[in-house]
């Protein structure tokens, strides 16, 4: 079977085939019939947030259940899945208080290779770690808790979204946040995340919802999906603009790009009594400079938010029953491509173009 892999930080990933183990005990085996293409993978794939190489790369994926592992019972041959990306022990005191996003038992996963420290892909006798889900692979052996059924009347390709972009976006909003209605909300960075911030800030009757960022393409998908104001960060003025949109600063900015320079922005933007979010991944070693006397006289908080606080069984049926009731739009956000571009889309998300690239197997 195909699979796009990485060999080498800077490097193209090698669209080649590659052997999958069947899965084992608690595992199952899904074929993937859509994936996103999110920055986190090119975060990995230049080296900035390193990942133990080869690995099959790809964490956004949705499909069909294939074949299962001992002990698996949660889902059957032929349920249609997405994948929520981020695994969990179930057993630690995060996961044990409702904070699975947390977890802090999964030295496996940030090893590349399943719960039993192997991995199921190889090619000539050399193993091929595991990017979590490993979604850019037309089947991919996934730790069951993240494999989530969904109706098959659904989009697979939309649905893909869901298990990386949407609970992270909607996540910071409603889980993080808690943003309560007329409050304000400013999004700093509208790509695939952040326009999910604004369909969560609607949600959750936000007033106004002031989006920023430097492609005009991306403002007017975010003005489609809720935002009531838009600035164009390329031309400057940013921060005078969202003060007076958001009557002399936000409650709530949520930063979806994790630079240095835009998470300044963002903490500039902060109201009286309002917070930052933090919710775009920051290289390693990156700080930040605060005015500590204004935090304390304005009680700001800043605050980081990781994948949307998931509690998966309590938050993908809220997610699908949005996207039923039309409050979660996924289909403008998109736009299809085959494995073989993986490298194509890659360029685009860093060209800043507007929608998210979804590989259809
Ligand atoms: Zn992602
Ligand atoms: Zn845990």
Same mark, same amino acid.
Request: charge should be negative; hydrophobic fraction near 45%; glycine fraction near 12%.
């Given at each position: 079977?195909?699979?796009?892999?990485?060999?080498?930080?800077?490097?193209?990933?090698?669209?080649?085939?590659?052997?999958?183990?069947?899965?084992?005990?608690?595992? =199952?085996?899904?074929?993937?019939?859509?994936?996103?293409?999110?920055?986190?993978? @090119?975060?990995?794939?230049?080296?900035?947030?390193?990942?133990?190489?080869?690995?099959?790369?790809?964490?956004?994926?949705?499909?069909? =259940?294939?074949? @299962?592992?001992?002990?698996?019972?949660?889902?059957?041959?032929?349920?249609?899945?997405?994948?929520?990306? !981020?695994?969990?022990?179930?057993?630690?005191?995060?996961?044990? =208080?409702?904070?699975?996003? @947390?977890?802090?038992?999964?030295?496996?996963?940030?090893?590349? *290779?399943?719960?039993?420290?192997?991995?199921?892909?190889?090619?000539?006798?050399?193993?091929?770690?595991?990017?979590?889900?490993?979604?850019?692979?037309?089947?991919?052996?996934?730790? /069951?808790?993240?494999?989530?059924?969904?109706?098959?009347?659904?989009? @697979?390709? $939309?649905?893909?979204?869901?298990?990386?972009? &949407?609970?992270?976006?909607?996540?910071?909003?409603?889980?993080?946040?808690?943003?309560?209605?007329?409050?304000?909300?400013?999004?700093?960075?509208?790509?695939? &995340?952040?326009?999910?911030?604004?369909?969560?800030?609607?949600? /959750?009757?936000?007033?106004?919802?002031?989006?920023?960022?430097?492609?005009?393409?991306?403002?007017? !998908?975010?003005?489609?999906?809720?935002? *009531?104001?838009? &600035?164009?960060?390329?031309?400057?003025?940013?921060?005078?603009? =969202?003060?007076?949109?958001?009557?002399?600063?936000?409650?709530?900015?949520? $930063?979806? %790009?994790?630079?240095?320079?835009?998470?300044?922005?963002?903490?500039?933007?902060?109201?009286?009594?309002?917070? /930052?979010?933090?919710?775009?991944?920051?290289?390693?070693?990156?700080?930040?400079?605060?005015?500590?006397?204004?935090?304390?006289?304005?009680?700001?908080?800043?605050?980081?938010?990781?994948?949307?606080?998931?509690?998966?069984?309590?938050?993908?049926?809220?997610?699908?029953?949005?996207?039923?009731?039309?409050?979660?739009?996924?289909?403008?956000? %998109?736009?299809?491509?085959?494995?073989?571009?993986?490298?194509?889309?890659?360029?685009?998300?860093?060209?800043?173009?507007?929608?998210?690239?979804?590989?259809?197997?």
């Amino acid at each position: 079977m195909r699979a796009a892999v990485l060999y080498e930080y800077g490097s193209p990933l090698r669209v080649e085939e590659i052997e999958l183990d069947p899965p084992r005990e608690g595992e =199952v085996l899904v074929r993937m019939v859509a994936s996103g293409v999110c920055r986190s993978d @090119l975060h990995t794939i230049k080296g900035v947030h390193p990942w133990a190489l080869p690995v099959v790369m790809g964490h956004e994926g949705a499909g069909v =259940v294939e074949e @299962l592992g001992p002990g698996v019972g949660h889902v059957a041959p032929g349920d249609h899945v997405v994948l929520s990306w !981020l695994p969990y022990c179930g057993r630690c005191r995060f996961c044990s =208080v409702g904070r699975p996003n @947390l977890c802090e038992d999964l030295e496996w996963s940030i090893a590349g *290779t399943m719960m039993d420290g192997t991995t199921r892909f190889h090619r000539d006798g050399r193993r091929i770690h595991h990017y979590n889900t490993s979604s850019f692979a037309e089947r991919s052996v996934v730790p /069951a808790q993240t494999v989530i059924p969904i109706d098959p009347a659904l989009p @697979l390709a $939309e649905f893909a979204l869901m298990g990386c972009a &949407v609970m992270t976006g909607v996540g910071a909003v409603l889980n993080t946040a808690r943003v309560r209605p007329g409050e304000s909300v400013v999004v700093v960075g509208c790509g695939g &995340v952040g326009l999910n911030v604004v369909q969560g800030a609607a949600i /959750a009757g936000a007033r106004p919802i002031v989006a920023v960022d430097t492609k005009a393409a991306k403002l007017a !998908l975010a003005r489609e999906l809720g935002a *009531t104001h838009a &600035v164009d960060a390329s031309t400057g003025g940013v921060e005078d603009a =969202v003060r007076e949109f958001s009557g002399g600063g936000a409650d709530h900015v949520f $930063e979806a %790009i994790g630079q240095p320079e835009t998470i300044a922005l963002a903490l500039a933007l902060v109201g009286r009594g309002g917070q /930052a979010v933090l919710v775009g991944l920051a290289p390693p070693d990156a700080g930040i400079a605060i005015d500590a006397l204004t935090m304390a006289f304005e009680e700001r908080v800043i605050r980081g938010s990781w994948y949307g606080g998931c509690r998966p069984a309590v938050d993908f049926p809220l997610l699908f029953e949005l996207y039923r009731a039309g409050a979660l739009r996924l289909d403008s956000l %998109i736009s299809t491509c085959a494995l073989e571009d993986v490298n194509d889309a890659f360029a685009a998300m860093e060209a800043g173009e507007a929608a998210r690239s979804v590989i259809v197997f």
